[in-house]
């Protein structure tokens, strides 16, 4: 093979390692994080940049160098060919894996959430990964390699402290990142607009024509009597208790069900309005 093979091979399989591991994986995650942005046009209010790189390298390029330790210590494993460090070698790998599977499931929720909860697990992450990354070798090695391999048990901790120091340097960068970032404080933030806090879930509890109370979902939610003056009101429960406590008086079903429709279905907004309508009643009778 010429030297202009050489040079061509190398920079296709370049870029397509660079379209594998780093285009596809930015387009996939910037398009998936997208669809749970809360937080309206503001600048800076989606996950990009140097945020966005940091889940690529969680979610692709790490997992892909990962595998290929584990590949290397498997096949060291079997050339040396002795019990004690084929089964420390396994164990390494499982350790390697495991640390990816924590990675991707803590920073998946800077995906899929956009709450501080979020950083605060990827950061406390940060602070542990370097220890785990020292004692996880050491411990290892200690336990399996150390009796009968002094050699090589002396060789995995030289090793384990080189990987420590670069570990420390990227975890202590991520950490400052994830505490000082302007981008993520203002994605994560525990905010969201009032359409996307509204629980549907819970069943409303209504009342009939005869002045008892069925659960059933609104029956005029979508009505286009709707009172454009409640539409501030949050859409929450109203309990059977809270309501004649706030009454203290048998409720007029008609009346009820007369504000239930202006409202739109919002028994907060239908409360205040029976609440004034019984008060100019009341005025109006003592008059």
């Known amino acids: 093979m010429s030297n202009i093979d050489s040079v061509l091979t190398i920079a296709v399989a370049t870029l397509a390692s660079c379209f594998v591991l780093l285009y596809l994986p930015w387009t996939y995650i910037k398009g998936k994080a997208r669809a749970y942005n809360v937080s309206g046009d503001e600048d800076g209010a989606e996950v990009a940049g140097w945020l966005l790189l940091i889940l690529v390298t969680v979610f692709a390029t790490g997992p892909f160098f990962s ?17 004690q460090y084929t089964t420390y070698a396994y164990a390494i790998g499982a350790v390697i894996i495991g640390l990816n599977v924590w990675a991707m499931r803590l920073h998946s929720r800077l995906i899929t959430t956009r709450r501080k909860s979020a950083v605060a697990a990827v950061k406390k992450f940060y602070l542990y990964l370097p220890f785990a990354i020292l004692t996880a070798p050491w411990l290892l090695s200690s336990a399996l390699l150390k009796a009968d391999l002094p050699l090589v048990h002396d060789a995995v901790v030289r090793e384990a ?67 454009p003056s409640f539409d501030h009101f949050p859409r929450v429960q109203v309990s059977e208790t809270e309501l004649f406590r706030s009454l203290k008086t048998r409720v007029d079903s008609v009346d009820w069900e007369s504000c239930l429709a202006k409202t739109g279905g919002d028994e907060v907004a239908t409360l205040a309005l029976y609440l004034s309508n019984a008060h100019v009643k009341s005025q109006s009778s003592n008059s």
């Open 67 to 83: 595998a290929l330790a584990v590949i290397a210590l498997s096949s060291s494993a079997r050339d040396i060919g002795l019990p």
């Open 161 to 227: 402290l080189i990987n420590l120091f670069s570990s420390v340097v990227t975890s202590a960068l991520y950490y400052w990142y994830f505490a000082k970032s302007k981008r993520v404080a203002l994605l994560y933030s525990d905010t969201s607009s009032p359409q996307q806090t509204i629980s549907s879930k819970v069943p409303r509890e209504r009342i009939n024509h005869e002045g008892l109370f069925t659960k059933t979902e609104p029956r005029f939610a979508q009505s286009s009597n709707s009172d």
